[in-house]
DNA sequence: GTTATACATATCATCCTACAACCTGAATTG
DNA sequence: CAATTCAGGTTGTAGGATGATATGTATAAC
């Protein structure tokens, strides 16, 4: 029998489409950990595509540490506590594409970031952190211009807590909003989302250069709401203030 | 010219070695993102291997949002903040400090989700928590299930402020912790990891119920600092006694 | 009867060639 | 000069061939 591969949306490439249906098939629970894949053979007459894209689409889900191969034997689907990897990527993030809690996530996150900058920034974070304040403030002020100095502001100050993680967390979600914006930019044009608050960030940079944590939260969290507000985006400010206004 | 790939420890498949190679280009920054891998063709004259292993390395890349193949022209190099997905691997918590970084990123995390589920929590949640609460502390107590537990305990709160973003990021970062623990289990089964402090469990459910926010911060994030103490990581209090302890 | 060896089979791993789809830039043509 | 066509390069897919490895079976030895 011979499956039909849905492609929803964007055409992608057969190999992605098979992994994500095999994918899908693990998640459910159709194919139980420990049990078997079907062979590399039978999976190309199943959805009639050759056995190179099968064994391209096995190796994504090798990669994410779904499943094991074994020579010989075949490819073993694992128990999560497993895999050697998880991942996070877009799309599951774009269900639901939420930007009040997107926001409200990245509030979190860059708040108490700011806080740990402050304690930890080298002279070089400071120097990289003001450049993008330049960069922002400077001539070279054309709307996409400015909204990269904006991003990169903000991942220089993630990189200046010296954790990685932090560094990727926020990357990830100051980009998945900035394409949200970028996608109602495009939808609505005549809104002009792209201000951009140089004050604030002229605040936050004072607070990282005192070596302020407390002040640093708090300019964040007022930045972060000011920037959703600009966005039409009402963040709950009963926290911030709360968290932020205090000491 | 034709390049050795090195085989270090174990013997991985060839596109596993390919991946590895070009993966260390890109992080050391070899590879500058915006540029132009090699052609397929080349890189499987430099390496020695077929278009086909070449092919099934750069699927791996471009699974874990390095770089962006485009037909007719080539694989792109991307930018970190480009990435299309997070993925952390257990090698990678194998060196040194990273696990101490995880940590600090769940107590950020946890912490202030705490506060936000302490305002927002509804009775089912409080229900789903509570379950998960007694499952810990009751009679099937065996080592899993009350890892399980734990881990269901953080979610059913990540729950509890209604933002499926930060569920998402929680459950990633304590879905990686739970698995390092397991993996450490394995390789020194002396060592009794999977002691869970259900005290700090019940501080933090008392003050979701009373609606605490500050109450909640406070014991989550004196749990976070105990567990990661527990496993062995010692995480920089400064920061946590000073935001959670106030108020 | 039990054990050990050799063999056939199944499966993944790798290689190879060929063609299709697509992009780019240069040559051709109006 | 502009538009079209064409040629070359690159990724995407197909299909077959061979090597490496695990498994079960049948045969032979004890």
New interface residues.
């Given amino acids: 029998m011979k499956q039909r591969l849905a492609a929803i949306g964007t055409v992608e490439a057969l ?1 992605h489409r098979v ?1 994500a249906f095999l994918s899908r098939e693990i998640e459910s629970g159709d194919l139980n950990p420990g049990s078997l894949l079907p062979t590399e053979q039978q999976l190309s007459e199943k959805f009639g595509v050759s056995r ?1 894209v099968v ?2 689409a096995i ?2 889900l090798r ?3 779904m499943v094991e191969a074994r020579q010989g034997i075949g490819s073993f689907v694992l128990a ?2 497993q ?11 774009k ?2 594409q ?1 930007m009040e ?2 926001f ?2 990245r509030c ?2 860059e708040a ?2 700011a ?2 900058a402050a ?1 930890r920034r080298e002279q070089e974070h400071l120097d990289a952190i003001k450049g993008a304040l330049d960069r922002m403030s400077g001539e070279e002020r054309w709307e996409d211009g400015s909204i990269d100095a904006d ?1 990169l502001f903000h ?1 220089e100050i993630a990189r200046a807590t010296g ?4 560094h ?2 926020i ?5 998945q909003i900035r394409r949200s914006i970028y996608y109602a930019r495009q939808t609505n044009p005549l809104h002009d989302l792209v201000e951009v608050n140089v004050g604030e960030h002229v605040r936050i940079y004072e607070a990282l250069v005192a070596g302020d ?2 002040a640093a939260e708090a300019a964040m969290r007022a930045h972060i709401i000011g920037a959703a507000n600009r966005v039409g985006v009402k963040l709950p400010s ?2 911030g203030e ?2 932020g206004g ?2």
Same sequence: chains 1, 2.
């Fill in positions: 190999p992994a190179n064994r391209e190796a994504q990669a994410d540490g999560p506590e895999r050697a990897a998880i991942r996070i990527d877009r799309e599951t993030l269900e639901g939420n809690r997107l409200e996530l979190i996150l108490e970031s806080a740990l304690e991003l991942r954790n990685s993680y932090i990727t967390f990357s990830f979600v100051c980009e944590p407390a009963a926290r709360r968290t205090g000491k």
